[in-house]
């Protein structure tokens, strides 16, 4: 069947593209037909930036749904939350453009992996976040993770909004790159596989490691 997995992260500089890319390689080894997708993309004019990282990640060249613009159908033109950014372009956010894409993508390929902006609760108005996108559409979802300094509470208040809005959490992506204190980072990992067993027992979790390019 083909299935649809949201990736988000517990900020913005999670590390949400690079392990985008590394769950997309690791679907592909297993035989299955992947593209990422992006949920909304700011600070880009005329092509995602992040669409370009994930094909260099995962050794492709851009995709003929990346030149059409269907891997990324909302683009606006400053770094900022999405719902400033439209402010800014002077334009809407559609959000039944992102749907079409995904399900034209959905129809393509066995897994659509879409990217959000920034974390769970970036706004897209001011009443609608990506986490309700997440909800609405009943995704399951990816949440990336990383054991820097303060990254507990933005793990916890993450996870709390997950099960308050009744997201499935479908894998948590440990990213490495953020190891730098080595005492933090073991015990942030330990601690998150104590709370997911907890609260979410059927949730996988997954080390990822640098991808070398």
Not at 88 to 97: S, T
Not at 147 to 156: A, C, F, K, Q, W
Not at 157 to 177: C, D, K, Q
Not at 190 to 199: D, K, N, P, V
Request: net charge negative.
């Amino acid at each position: 069947m083909n299935k649809v997995l949201f990736i988000s992260g517990i900020d913005t500089d999670a590390g949400k593209s690079y392990c985008t890319a590394w769950l997309a390689n690791k679907l592909m080894d297993e035989g299955k037909s992947v593209i990422t997708q992006k949920f909304i993309q700011t600070g880009c004019t005329d092509q995602s930036e992040d669409i370009i990282l994930h094909r260099t990640l995962t050794r492709q060249p851009l995709l003929p749904e990346d030149i059409d613009g269907t891997t990324a159908p909302l683009i606006y033109s400053h770094p900022c939350s999405p719902q400033l950014a439209a402010r800014i372009d002077h334009r809407e956010i559609p959000l039944e453009v992102i749907d079409q894409s995904t399900k034209t993508l959905s129809e393509r390929y066995d897994y659509v992996l879409v990217e959000g902006a920034g974390g769970l609760m970036v706004p897209v108005t001011d009443t609608f976040f990506t986490i309700d996108y997440i909800a609405s559409r009943k995704l399951p979802l990816v949440l990336v993770v990383h054991g820097g300094l303060g990254s507990i509470n933005h793990i916890v208040l993450s996870l709390e909004a997950i099960a308050h809005r009744g997201v499935e959490l479908h894998t948590v992506l440990y990213n490495t790159y953020f190891d730098s204190d080595p005492l933090i980072a073991e015990d942030t990992r330990a601690f998150i596989s104590r709370y997911l067993a907890r609260e979410f027992p059927t949730t996988q979790i997954f080390d990822v490691p640098r991808i070398s390019i």
